[in-house]
Every structure is written in structure tokens, then in C-alpha cells.
């Protein structure tokens, strides 16, 4: 039976972990209530951005923007991905899912070039020796309209050099469920859109454009995609706390149990020690006692 | 009387204003673009430059001033949406901050660079010239 020390030691070393679990537990839910309200802040302005381009993607018959109809046919020679990872482990699942999610693609898509965003997923390729952007390092802590606009900066910029013609991103969705999605960032596809009649905010009147269709379009690729970008990244990191926090709890949970049953046994032999000590004391006075008569 | 319409603004940041409108006067590509109560209905793109609106409230005339950056404007039966990456009222604008970004936006002009960092700095430039503008207009008129 082990002694009582080592037991009492070990509820000692449980107990710390389990106020660090929960101070863990603690701190991602108020980061994400904070970002959930950031989130609440920018919502409006692209949800009307979205539903403005699709209109004018209805719209115009034909564009030379290569950001738009791309030829379907065409076989892209440069095929990127984005992956959102988190910063640190300890987050259940969530790494691990964005990180398969990102295996089956670059299996079907070989040579995918790869953006990572996320200290876990940088580490992650450096141990499978995959070679990804190596100048492309952004934190998934805290997303900021700001990050997301260098991010889309960076991505176009190498799209206009010729280095990319498909971009997807993955990431995790919270809208519905938590789920990694993977979904083609540029060139826009016209399947991605709704059709008129399934859609119902349908153009109320015809539009005068100023100046043209397309010159609109290009000006707005970067606030669209920079749109993208950062809800992507947020709801990510929503993901991420949510998946910590839940990680977090059930950790909570385990060292609940593990306490109680190491309580028990712990008063257990504490209990056997004394009855030991008592029935040695006993034994003791009674042999002085023979001893004396 | 002017009739007014119903103008709302929406910043990639935060929504700005949602209300009545007499008349507005936007920063267009083609140059500034005035528009009042009937308009055609209309979209048009949205470039660095000062807003200025005639804002209606509570059966009241105010005049606001904005700096905003590339966005659209849309324009259908009466109702103004405005859609752009920032905007900021002249006393929200930070004048030192907007001379170093200035200053850091003209360095990387200087610099050779590719094409898409060459216009995103011009578009740095652009907005920090444009925050300077407003902010020192309001400054004048007070």
C-alpha cells in the first residue's frame, strides 16, 4: 500500500494543476467574449459588403478582372492554402482538425503552397519537414482588422506575381457547430454564389454603375478579401477558446474525480497508520505489563 | 423644403450613422459626387476623400464632416448605403499619428518594390494626405 505522504503529494500536484485548468478556463472565456463583441462591431459592415458584390457579380455579364470568372477549365498551375492553427496546444481537438483538414488537401492538390497562421501549425510542419512559407508568420492570437489587412496583402501580392492563381483557406466555422471548413478564398467562383431565383434579396431596380463594373470590383477586392480573412480568423479563434475552454472543463472534471478517490484512499491509510500504531502500543503496555506481574 | 432620405454608413470597424439625410456630397473615383432625395439609383466606387453630409435629425439641420477611405455607395430608391474601410470624424483624427504615416508611406514610395506594395503604399499615402486635409479644414472653420 503506498503511504500516505506520496498520496497526500499527489493531491497536492493535482490540486495545482486544477487551479491552473481553471484559471486556463477562465481567461478564454473572457477573451472570447471580448472578441465575439469586436465581432458584433463589423458583422453589419460585411455582411452588406458580401451581399453588394454578389449583386454586382449578378450583375456585370463579363469582366477582365482576374479576381472574378476565372476560366473553369484552366488547370491552376499554383495552388495556395491558408491554414488558421492556434498559437499553444491544450485546446482539445482544434489543432489536430485543422491540421488533417489541411493533410487531405495538399494530398489531392499536390505542391500546395502553404500559409499557416498559428505557432502550433508552423511547429507542426517544421517536425513533418513540409516546407511552408517561411516569411509568412502571423499570430492567431487576438485577430485585428489590421492583421487580416497585411495578411490579404500578402496574399494578393503574390497572386499578382504570378506565385498563386487559387487560394484556399482553411479554417474553423462557428456558425454552425464548430467544423473546419475549407473554402476557395480568390479567384471568386460563380457556383459560390447564389442564383437569382434561389436568392432573396433580389435587385429591386437597375443600377447606373460609376464608373464601370469591373473598376468597382477591383476596388473592392482588397476590403472583401481582407473581409473574409478576418472573420475567418475570428471565428477561429472563437473556435480555439471554445475548444479550450471545453478542454479546460472536462480537465476540471478529471481532477474532481482523481481528488475524491485519492481523498479516500489517503484517509484510508491514514487510518490503517493509526490502528498500526495503536495496536503497537497496545501490544507494547501489555508486554510490560506480563513483564512487571 | 428639401426632402429627406435615408442615409446609412457602415465602417469596416464600427456602423456610423443611420438616419435622415438632406443632401451628401461623397469622394468618388471620377471626383466628388453630390446626392440628394430621387436620386437615380446608382453604385459607385468610393475613394480616399472627405464626406460631407447635411444630416437631418430630430427635424434639425446638421452639417458632419468625415474622412473616409475606399469603399462604395449605393444608391437605390432613396435609401444611401455607404459602405468603407474607415471612417473618421476630423476630431477623432490623430494629426501627429497621420504625419508618421505620412512619413513611413512616402519612405516606402521611395523604395523599389513590387507593384501591389508600390499601391498599397500610395493607398497609405493617399489616406494619411486625406486625414490631414479634414482634420485641418475642421480646424480652420472652428
Same mark, same amino acid.
Given at each position: 500500500?503506498?503511504?500516505?505522504?506520496?498520496?497526500?503529494?499527489?493531491?497536492? !500536484? +493535482?490540486?495545482?494543476?486544477?487551479?491552473?485548468?481553471?484559471? $486556463?478556463? #477562465? +481567461?478564454?472565456?473572457?477573451?472570447?467574449?471580448?472578441?465575439?463583441?469586436?465581432?458584433? &462591431?463589423?458583422?453589419?459592415?460585411?455582411?452588406?459588403?458580401?451581399?453588394?458584390?454578389?449583386? $454586382? =457579380?449578378?450583375?456585370?455579364?463579363?469582366?477582365?478582372?482576374?479576381? =472574378? =470568372?476565372?476560366?473553369?477549365?484552366?488547370?491552376?498551375? &499554383?495552388?495556395?492554402?491558408?491554414?488558421?492553427?492556434?498559437?499553444?496546444? #491544450?485546446?482539445? !481537438?482544434?489543432?489536430?482538425?485543422?491540421?488533417?483538414?489541411?493533410?487531405?488537401?495538399s494530398e489531392r492538390i499536390p505542391g500546395l503552397k502553404l500559409y499557416v497562421v498559428g505557432e502550433y501549425g508552423r511547429r507542426y510542419y517544421a517536425q513533418q519537414h513540409i516546407k511552408i512559407e517561411d516569411d509568412f508568420l502571423f499570430s492567431a492570437e487576438d485577430p485585428t482588422l489590421h492583421i487580416s489587412r497585411e495578411i490579404c496583402a500578402r496574399i494578393l501580392k503574390d497572386f499578382e506575381a504570378d506565385k498563386l492563381d487559387r487560394v484556399y483557406i482553411i479554417y474553423t466555422d462557428m456558425q454552425n457547430g464548430v467544423e473546419v471548413k475549407t473554402t476557395r478564398l480568390i479567384p471568386f467562383h460563380r457556383a459560390a454564389?447564389?442564383?437569382?431565383?434561389?436568392?432573396?434579396?433580389?435587385?429591386?431596380?437597375?443600377?447606373?454603375? $460609376?464608373?464601370?463594373?469591373?473598376? +468597382?470590383?477591383?476596388?473592392?477586392? #482588397?476590403?472583401?478579401?481582407? !473581409? =473574409? +480573412?478576418?472573420?475567418?480568423?475570428?471565428?477561429?479563434?472563437?473556435?480555439?477558446?471554445?475548444?479550450? $475552454?471545453?478542454?479546460?472543463?472536462?480537465?476540471?472534471?478529471?481532477?474532481?474525480?482523481?481528488?475524491?478517490?485519492?481523498?479516500?484512499?489517503?484517509?484510508?491509510?491514514?487510518?490503517?497508520?493509526?490502528? !498500526?500504531?495503536?495496536t503497537e502500543i497496545t501490544a507494547g503496555a501489555r508486554h510490560k505489563r506480563t513483564e512487571a506481574k | 423644403m428639401e426632402k429627406p432620405f435615408s442615409l446609412s454608413i457602415l465602417a469596416a470597424d464600427k456602423p456610423f450613422y443611420e438616419g435622415e439625410c438632406l443632401s451628401l456630397v461623397i469622394p468618388t473615383t471620377e471626383g466628388q459626387y453630390g446626392i440628394m432625395a430621387n436620386h437615380l439609383n446608382m453604385i459607385a466606387a468610393v475613394s480616399p476623400g472627405t464626406l460631407k453630409a447635411r444630416l437631418w435629425e430630430n427635424g434639425r439641420e446638421r452639417v458632419a464632416v468625415a474622412a473616409v477611405t475606399e469603399g462604395i455607395a449605393k444608391i437605390e430608391n432613396n435609401n444611401v448605403l455607404i459602405l468603407v474601410d474607415s471612417i473618421e470624424k476630423p476630431e477623432e483624427i490623430d494629426s501627429r499619428r497621420a504625419e508618421r504615416e505620412l512619413e513611413a508611406a512616402k519612405k516606402a514610395l521611395n523604395k523599389k518594390a513590387g507593384h501591389i506594395e508600390h499601391s498599397l503604399a500610395e493607398a497609405k499615402l493617399l489616406r494619411a494626405i486625406n486625414r490631414l486635409k479634414v482634420k485641418k479644414d475642421f480646424s480652420d472653420n472652428m
Open positions: 500500500m503506498t503511504s500516505s505522504k506520496e498520496i497526500r503529494d499527489r493531491i497536492n !500536484g +493535482i490540486a495545482e494543476t486544477k487551479k491552473i485548468t481553471s484559471a $486556463m478556463y #477562465l +481567461i478564454a472565456s473572457t477573451k472570447m467574449r471580448r472578441i465575439r463583441n469586436e465581432l458584433e &462591431h463589423t458583422r453589419p459592415y460585411f455582411d452588406a459588403l458580401r451581399a453588394e458584390v454578389r449583386r $454586382m =457579380f449578378r450583375a456585370a455579364g463579363s469582366t477582365e478582372s482576374k479576381f =472574378f =470568372f476565372p476560366d473553369d477549365n484552366a488547370v491552376p498551375r &499554383h495552388t495556395g492554402a491558408i491554414v488558421i492553427t492556434a498559437d499553444k496546444g #491544450l485546446a482539445g !481537438g482544434y489543432n489536430a482538425n485543422v491540421l488533417k483538414a489541411a493533410d487531405k488537401l454564389w447564389p442564383r437569382p431565383e434561389e436568392d432573396p434579396e433580389k435587385p429591386s431596380a437597375s443600377f447606373e454603375y $460609376m464608373p464601370s463594373v469591373a473598376k +468597382i470590383l477591383d476596388n473592392l477586392v #482588397l476590403s472583401y478579401v481582407t !473581409g =473574409f +480573412i478576418y472573420s475567418a480568423l475570428v471565428d477561429s479563434y472563437c473556435a480555439e477558446l471554445t475548444a479550450r $475552454m471545453e478542454a479546460m472543463n472536462a480537465a476540471g472534471n478529471n481532477a474532481d474525480e482523481l481528488l475524491a478517490e485519492l481523498k479516500l484512499n489517503y484517509q484510508r491509510a491514514r487510518q490503517a497508520a493509526i490502528t !498500526g500504531e495503536i | -
